[in-house]
């Protein structure tokens, strides 16, 4: 049975935990969050300990049982986080993106292999169905040869601790912290992004508000559109469209959801509207078991830190792009 | 009143002589094509005379023309309807060069005849609707407009660089960009625009993609490849969305349908119940040139669209962002 720590109760902390209550082959044993109660809340419900962070954690003797930390703070934490786990023969999975810059990823890649620890990043995308079903049909040459691809992700300003996302040092902005996603999935799983040229609303100027119109070419020739958004009034949403030589493939998660729950509001309030997608398995489980069997069989992991370098240059590159007005050569 | 047609190659000739046969009190005596039995097609719709003589559709019985030629021959017909003092409606793209679309502006100018470029889209009621949401300012600011004119590969001379002067983004790019810079009251000011071929064996672009920046600050892509496949359930789309400090507003110009389903067929088709923008515009056109006013959608307008679409190829031929020109008159 593995022991795992989490680092940061937010968001994903949550689902990672959720995740681990339905493997056989692992267990939360430590919640980190500096928010006392926040933490102590998710490891009641876990029956794990709550700490502050991990280096409280380091100092426990439970530290010693520990297999395996979940890096799910804000993006500017993770180096020194990662680099306490590795340096004390803990695996690692880190959130993405992995870092703000590529000479930290590179560290982190280092510290990671220099101390025989494993490092997989959360690029969880490739584990959605919807594209895991997506590259099983360009695969099997559904659309044959792809002409274009048009990508969208985001909704509404992301909400969070201290406003991490709205601050370019912590976040690193859309292009990083948003637009990653299908960069990734594009660049690694479709064919290698060979150029791109980015036009974004800087979220320096426009407070709580951040858009990037990118587009950018393929080496297999196909064009490239993506558009990543924290400038919509609510919501959240994405989707693709691959158009090809002998067919299309579009997908929008707004229309997808087989499930949407609409209750009345009382006494003149608004009502409310869920939508829901029910999987047997959810793809951050997907993605978190395929981390902890690569930790158990020595293989490597589904994502690695050099998978999320090349993500991370991608945005780099975008954001080059963004704020010199040329296109940018990957 | 009385029209001629002269060309008959694009798509929209048909559909104009039947829209003017309904119109009532306007009649099209003459339609004109090089090739005979595409001029006798139409001329039939409309119960006029098929030619294969330009000079026939230019007698003092016609007071204005509807061209729909092949583009390359938008110029020589624009010249010889202004020389012969008819108003011109002219299909879209005005010109395949800004330099040509600024001559048949100048032309007909000095001949004193109205020029109007065929950009539809301006009378649908949903544009309306769009440029009032735009002037109410709900949105705040405009930041950027993520725009598309996707269509099937609409084959035949649009696919010849001869006759078309281009392909996707020759054909695709002006409808938005004139929509915008009639929505927005602004003009272009810089383009990066992609192209290839991805779709089809043609010899001109299928795939394209622009990322453009208007003089007041916002930015705009519009993705006017030939990209939908032959089961689309419709030709293609225009569509915008606009993204204001206060809000987005997502227009789909062509959303108005009922979905069709048959037996006979293994896909679906999309039966459109919006407006027929084509014959709002027809009607308005022959009012206008009735009433001696000043026609609603201009050959500048035809012009500044046609200078975007030469910036967005000069962005591809050299692989950098380009000023879009404007030529002045």
């Known amino acids: ?15 990672h935990a959720a995740s681990l209550l339905h493997m056989g082959n692992a267990n939360l044993a430590a919640v980190c969050d500096i928010r006392q109660e926040t933490a102590a809340e998710l490891a009641k419900e876990h029956s794990a300990r709550a700490f502050a962070d991990l280096q409280t954690l380091a100092e426990d003797p439970l530290w010693s049982a520990i297999d395996v930390v979940l890096v799910c703070i804000p993006t500017y934490l993770h180096e020194q986080t990662v680099t306490l786990a590795a340096k004390a023969g803990k695996h690692v999975f880190c959130e993405k993106p992995i870092a703000l810059t590529a000479d930290a990823a590179m560290r982190m890649i280092d510290v990671c292999a220099d101390h025989g620890v494993k490092l997989g990043v959360g690029h969880v995308v490739r584990f959605f169905p919807e594209y895991v079903e997506l590259k099983r049909k360009i695969s099997a040459g559904a659309i044959g040869e792809i002409g274009t691809v048009r ?95 002998a ?25 409310v509207t869920v939508p829901e997608s029910p999987l047997v398995k959810s793809p951050y489980r997907s993605e978190l078991e395929a981390f902890l069997a690569a930790v158990e069989t020595k293989g490597a992991p589904p994502v690695t830190g050099q998978d999320a370098l090349r993500a991370l240059r991608l945005s780099l590159a975008a954001k080059e792009s963004a704020n010199s007005g040329k296109p940018v050569e990957v | 009143m009385k029209l001629a047609i002269l060309g008959v190659a694009h798509v929209h000739a048909k559909g104009y002589a039947q829209i003017c046969k ?31 003589d ?40 005005l010109a395949t060069s800004a330099q040509e679309a600024k001559e048949m502006v100048a032309v007909c100018k000095e001949a004193g005849v109205q020029l109007q470029t065929a950009f539809p889209c301006r009378y649908h009621p949903t544009i309306t609707r769009t440029r009032e949401v735009l002037a109410e300012g709900v949105l705040g600011d405009i930041l950027a407009v993520r725009a598309s004119n996707h269509g099937q590969m609409p084959g035949g001379w649009f696919a010849s660089q001869a006759l078309a002067g281009g392909g996707a983004i020759m054909d695709h790019t002006v409808h938005v960009v004139d929509l915008l810079r009639y929505l927005l009251d602004d003009e272009f000011a810089s383009v990066y625009a992609l192209s290839a071929h991805r779709f089809h064996d043609i010899e001109v672009e299928d795939a394209g993609l622009l990322s453009l920046h208007m003089q007041k600050g916002v930015m705009v892509t519009l993705d006017p490849s030939w990209s939908r496949p032959a089961s689309n359930p419709t030709w293609g789309d225009v569509t915008m969305e606009f993204v204001g400090t206060n809000g987005t507003l997502s227009v789909d110009v062509f959303a108005q349908v009922v979905e069709w389903y048959r037996t006979a067929v293994p896909t679906y088709q999309w039966a459109p119940y919006g407006a027929d923008m084509d014959a709002l515009m027809l009607a308005d056109f022959i009012e206008r040139v009735r009433a001696q006013q000043t026609v609603r959608v201009t050959g500048v307008d035809g012009l500044r669209a046609t200078e975007v679409v030469m910036a967005a190829y000069a962005s591809v031929a050299s692989g950098t962002v380009q000023p879009v020109l404007q030529e002045t008159l």
Not at chain 1, 224 to 229: D, N, S, V, Y
Not at chain 2, 63 to 84: F, G, K, M, P, Q
Request: charged content about 20%.
């Open chain 2, 22 to 52: 309904q119109l009532g009190d306007v009649e099209v005596a003459r339609v004109y094509d090089r090739d005979a039995e595409a001029a006798r097609l139409v001329a039939d719709v409309c119960d006029a005379q098929p030619t294969q």
């Open chain 1, 1 to 15: 049975m593995l022991q795992v720590a989490l680092v940061g109760a937010g968001t994903i902390g949550h689902v």
């Open chain 2, 54 to 93: 330009v000079s026939a559709c230019l007698g003092p019985e016609i007071d204005a023309v509807l061209i729909c030629s092949e583009n390359i021959y938008h110029s020589t017909l624009v010249r010889l309807a202004a020389a012969a003092g008819k108003h011109i409606l002219c299909e879209k793209p």
């Open chain 1, 247 to 271: 067919g299309m493939l579009q997908f929008d998660s707004s229309k997808a959801p087989p499930i949407t729950l609409f209750t009345r509001g009382q006494q003149g309030h608004q009502g």
């Open chain 1, 151 to 245: 990508t969208f992700r985001g909704g509404g300003y992301p909400h969070a601790w201290e406003d991490w996302y709205g601050q370019e040092e912590r976040s690193g902005g859309i292009l990083v912290d948003l637009l990653i996603h299908d960069l990734d999935f594009i660049d690694a799983l479709i064919s290698p992004i060979v150029s791109l040229y980015t036009q974004r609303l800087a979220a320096s100027v426009r407070e709580h508000r951040d858009y990037a119109l990118v587009i950018g070419r393929l080496q297999n020739g196909a064009l490239l559109h993506m558009e990543a958004t924290w400038a919509h009034v609510a919501g959240f949403r994405y989707g693709f469209e691959y158009a090809g030589s």
